[in-house]
């Protein structure tokens, strides 16, 4: 049998292991999960700030799109093809079809519209003509998205240039 003594220090020994497994396996574990929450709560805070603060640009973005569906309705009503529709744009901000050549780039579908690539080059304008051509493009009454645009001078003359485009036809997405 033990000793008043030595039962004394077997309890204080057992007391003292049962305090560092407690600590180890559960306080500093608890300590380093709260961290991590911690950081991760300041990070998502952070995130939402971004978020509220792009709040006006998304509801600009969430406008204009709601603008461009009435022109993307409307041209879907059209029975001419996307192509013939964006040469008779083109005719009518004054580029001729004899400095026209258009070809398809494929369709893509995006989260409100369906989109169908054109890359358009025109041949022999000035500066006034591609402008007027590129302000008749851009008008937010029509169906077409300007994606990018390239000018380039004439090497046989620096009054005129060459302008290719990519466009984008939008029509409205098929559901399926």
Known sequence: MLLDRERQILLIGGAVAAILLIVTFVVFPAISRIRVLSRTTAAAQKNLAEVRKSSPDLQRVRQATIERQGAVTAAANSNESPLAQLTSILQGAGIPASVLAIKSSGIRDGEVFREESFEVQIENLTYLEAVNALRKLS?????????????????DDQRYLDMTLRVGHLSPKKTS
């Open 139 to 155: 008008a937010k009454d029509l169906p077409l998205v300007v994606r990018s645009t390239v000018l380039k001078s004439r090497y």
